[in-house]
């Protein structure tokens, strides 16, 4: 996870994954070395389900409710008690850009970072090569 703070003059964070593992059967989106979001095919599913019943309006509201809780989160020392929300958030913020770029299958997330900023516009995604 990279994230920039006030210092920086930029507040924003980076969920890296290596893409959806089919020997695994799941999906991990990490923040950093500390703390890693795993989706198994069960939750997967669930998840990539409930996002295709959103509008675009309603996704993109929940992107940034959830992308503005995890920076609050990040923000400060991230507790332990708070490390299953912070996967939470990150594991919505990285399904919503997934559909948003245009993946139809879960299984087809491809190893990729998306770079979340506050002020409202589509989170940027990155392919690997």
């Given at each position: 996870?990279?994230?920039?703070?006030?210092s920086?003059?930029?507040?924003?964070?980076?969920?890296?994954?290596?893409?959806?593992?089919?020997?695994?059967?799941?999906?991990?989106?990490?923040?950093?070395?500390?703390?890693?979001?795993?989706l198994?095919?069960?939750?997967?599913?669930?998840?990539w389900?409930?996002?295709?019943?959103?509008?675009?309006?309603?996704?993109q509201?929940?992107?940034?409710?959830?992308?503005?809780?995890?920076?609050?989160?990040?923000?400060?020392?991230?507790?332990?008690?708070?490390?299953?929300?912070?996967?939470?958030?990150?594991?919505?913020?990285?399904?919503?850009?997934?559909?948003?770029?245009?993946?139809?299958?879960?299984?087809?997330?491809?190893?990729?970072?998306?770079?979340?900023?506050?002020?409202?516009?589509?989170?940027?995604?990155?392919?690997?090569?």
């Amino acid at each position: 996870m990279r994230m920039g703070g006030p210092s920086s003059g930029r507040a924003c964070f980076t969920l890296v994954s290596g893409g959806y593992r089919a020997s695994a059967g799941q999906l991990a989106v990490a923040l950093g070395t500390g703390l890693v979001a795993e989706l198994n095919d069960r939750d997967l599913d669930r998840s990539w389900a409930a996002a295709g019943g959103l509008s675009a309006q309603e996704a993109q509201a929940i992107n940034q409710s959830a992308g503005l809780h995890l920076m609050g989160l990040l923000g400060e020392d991230l507790d332990p008690s708070d490390h299953a929300a912070a996967a939470i958030d990150a594991a919505l913020v990285f399904l919503l850009a997934m559909k948003r770029y245009g993946v139809s299958d879960p299984r087809q997330i491809p190893a990729c970072a998306v770079r979340w900023t506050p002020t409202g516009s589509l989170p940027r995604i990155h392919l690997a090569s």
